[in-house]
C-alpha cells in the first residue's frame, strides 16, 4: 500500500541529507563541526519587538480568528514602509496581502497562477523552494541563468523561445541567495520589460532588502515605473529582524495577482496570529536602527571570510548584502567533492553550488549565521587543508 501521492514521491531529492548523515556520523566520533551550511540568521529578535508580541498576546480580542488577507495595522505597515524606504505608493486594501512567511506565499502563488504544465522561469542557481513550489503547482519550470561575469544578473537571451512562450511567471532574488548578488534598478526596468513583452508575472523575492552592507541599499521592483502593471514583491521579516520563526512576510504590487493568492488562502488558511502581525508591524515601522547593527554584524564577519579565502586563493566577489558568501571551488573539485573534502577532512559544513541548480556548480555557499570567531577557526582549519593548485 503506497500512501503518498506522486507529487510528493517526485520532489526533488533533498541534498542535505547525505551532509547531515556525513556530520552526525563526524560528530559521534567527538569532530566539532562547524555548520556554516545554515541559511538563517543567528541573531535573537529585537528586544522591542518581543515586548510588543507578549503585550499583544495578553489581550482576548487578539486570540481569535484575523481577516484572512492581514490585519489593517499590519498592512499599513507595509504600506509606510514601502513609502519610506522606496517612494512606492501602495494602497494597503488592494496591494498589500500579509503572509505566513514568504516561502509560505511563494509556493501558494504558484498555485493561485498556474494551470497544469505551465512554465515557470526560475533563477539558476536559486533558492530550491521556488523549483519545489512549482512542481507541486503542476507546472515545469525553467532554468533562468545568471551572468557570472555580471554580477549574476538574468541572462534572458538563453530562454528559448518556446519557454517565453509557454511561462506565465518569472521569479527574480536580489538581494540573492545563494549568490550573494546584488542589483541596481536598471536590472529590475529589463525584467520588467520582459515580463511585460512576453506577458507573464514577475516577482521579485526580496528577502533580503534590508541585509546590506557599506552604504549600499537595495531598490525594490516596484520603483520601476508601472512596475505594477506586471509585478509584485515578497517580503519578509525573518532575515532583517531575525524573525525566522515567527512566520511573518508579506507580497506587495500587482492587485489581480494579491487578489487570486488572497482567494486561494482564504481556502487554505486563516492568517497569522493577531499578535505576530502586530508585532511584525512594530518592527517595520521602526527606524531600522537593530537591522543597521545587525546587517553590520554580517559585514564584520563578510570581511573578515572574505579576506581569508582570498589569502587562499579562493576567488569570491565581495558581496554588498545578504548573509552569504559564494565562492568559487578550486579547480579540480566538482562543487560536491569540494563541500566534502571540507566536511571530512576539516570538520567544516558548507553547501555545494550544485544545490541550487546546475548554474551552482563550481560554487559553494557559506553562510554568515556564526560568530566571527566561528568563522576565523573555520578559515584556519582550511589553511591546514591541502588540495592541488595555489594557497
Ligand atoms: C529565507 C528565504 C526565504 C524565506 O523566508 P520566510 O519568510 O522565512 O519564509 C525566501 N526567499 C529566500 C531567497 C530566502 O533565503
Known amino acids: 500500500m503506497e500512501y503518498v501521492s506522486d507529487m510528493i514521491r517526485n520532489l526533488p531529492p533533498y541534498l542535505f541529507s547525505e551532509i547531515q548523515k556525513k556530520r552526525e556520523k563526524l560528530e559521534a566520533r567527538g569532530t566539532d563541526v562547524i555548520d556554516l551550511g545554515i541559511g538563517a540568521p543567528d541573531l535573537p529578535t529585537p528586544d522591542f519587538i518581543i515586548k510588543r508580541m507578549i503585550n499583544e498576546a495578553q489581550k482576548p480580542?487578539?486570540?481569535?480568528?484575523?481577516?484572512?488577507?492581514?490585519?489593517?495595522?499590519?498592512?499599513?505597515?507595509?504600506?509606510?514602509?514601502?513609502?519610506?524606504?522606496?517612494?512606492?505608493?501602495?494602497?494597503?486594501?488592494?496591494?498589500?496581502?500579509?503572509?505566513?512567511?514568504?516561502?509560505?506565499?511563494?509556493?501558494?502563488?504558484?498555485?493561485?497562477?498556474?494551470?497544469?504544465?505551465?512554465?515557470?522561469?526560475?533563477?539558476?542557481?536559486?533558492?530550491?523552494?521556488?523549483?519545489?513550489?512549482?512542481?507541486?503547482?503542476?507546472?515545469?519550470?525553467?532554468?533562468?541563468?545568471?551572468?557570472?561575469?555580471?554580477?549574476?544578473?538574468?541572462?534572458?537571451?538563453?530562454?528559448?523561445?518556446?519557454?517565453?512562450?509557454?511561462?506565465?511567471?518569472?521569479?527574480?532574488?536580489?538581494?540573492?541567495?545563494?549568490?550573494?548578488?546584488?542589483?541596481?534598478?536598471?536590472?529590475?526596468?529589463?525584467?520588467?520589460?520582459?515580463?511585460?513583452?512576453?506577458?507573464?508575472?514577475?516577482?521579485?523575492?526580496?528577502?533580503?532588502?534590508l541585509v546590506t552592507f557599506s552604504g549600499y541599499k537595495s531598490p525594490s521592483v516596484l520603483q520601476v515605473p508601472d512596475a505594477k502593471d506586471v509585478a509584485i514583491e515578497f517580503g519578509s521579516l525573518s532575515k532583517s529582524f531575525s524573525m525566522t520563526g515567527w512566520r511573518i512576510g508579506y507580497l506587495v504590487g500587482n492587485e489581480n495577482v494579491i487578489r487570486a493568492l488572497a482567494t486561494l488562502k482564504s481556502n487554505l488558511d486563516s492568517g497569522q496570529f493577531i499578535p505576530i502581525q502586530k508585532a511584525g508591524a512594530t518592527a517595520l515601522q521602526s527606524n531600522l536602527e537593530t537591522v543597521t547593527a545587525y546587517s553590520r554584524i554580517y559585514e564584520e564577519r563578510m570581511e573578515a571570510l572574505y579576506k581569508g579565502l582570498h589569502d587562499l586563493g579562493i576567488c569570491v566577489d565581495k558581496p554588498k548584502g545578504t548573509i552569504f558568501v559564494w565562492a568559487?571551488?578550486?579547480?579540480?573539485?566538482?562543487?560536491?567533492?569540494?563541500?566534502?573534502?571540507?566536511?571530512?577532512?576539516?570538520?567544516?559544513?558548507?553547501?555545494?553550488?550544485?544545490?541550487?541548480?546546475?548554474?551552482?556548480?563550481?560554487?559553494?555557499?557559506?553562510?554568515?549565521?556564526?560568530?566571527?570567531?566561528?568563522?576565523?577557526?573555520?578559515?584556519?582549519?582550511?589553511?591546514?587543508?591541502?588540495?592541488?593548485?595555489?594557497?
Open 61 to 209: 480580542e487578539n486570540h481569535r480568528y484575523p481577516i484572512y488577507s492581514g490585519i489593517d495595522e499590519f498592512k499599513e505597515a507595509v504600506t509606510h514602509f514601502y513609502d519610506k524606504r522606496y517612494g512606492v505608493t501602495l494602497d494597503p486594501k488592494t496591494e498589500v496581502l500579509a503572509l505566513i512567511g514568504s516561502k509560505e506565499g511563494i509556493s501558494h502563488l504558484m498555485q493561485a497562477l498556474l494551470n497544469p504544465g505551465d512554465h515557470v522561469l526560475v533563477p539558476d542557481p536559486g533558492y530550491p523552494v521556488y523549483t519545489t513550489s512549482v512542481h507541486l503547482a503542476g507546472g515545469k519550470s525553467v532554468p533562468l541563468p545568471l551572468d557570472p561575469t555580471n554580477g549574476f544578473t538574468p541572462l534572458y537571451d538563453q530562454v528559448s523561445l518556446s519557454d517565453k512562450e509557454k511561462a506565465r511567471f518569472m521569479l527574480l532574488n536580489y538581494p540573492g541567495n545563494p549568490t550573494a548578488a546584488t542589483v541596481s534598478l536598471e536590472t529590475f526596468r529589463e525584467g520588467v520589460a520582459f515580463a511585460r513583452e512576453n506577458e507573464m508575472v514577475l516577482a521579485n523575492d526580496a528577502a533580503y532588502d
Open 328 to 391: 568559487q571551488v578550486p579547480s579540480g573539485f566538482t562543487s560536491a567533492e569540494f563541500a566534502n573534502l571540507l566536511l571530512e577532512e576539516a570538520g567544516v559544513v558548507v553547501t555545494p553550488g550544485n544545490a541550487f541548480g546546475a548554474g551552482g556548480e563550481g560554487y559553494f555557499r557559506i553562510a554568515l549565521s556564526v560568530p566571527k570567531e566561528r568563522l576565523e577557526e573555520a578559515l584556519e582549519r582550511l589553511r591546514k587543508l591541502s588540495w592541488e593548485g595555489d594557497k
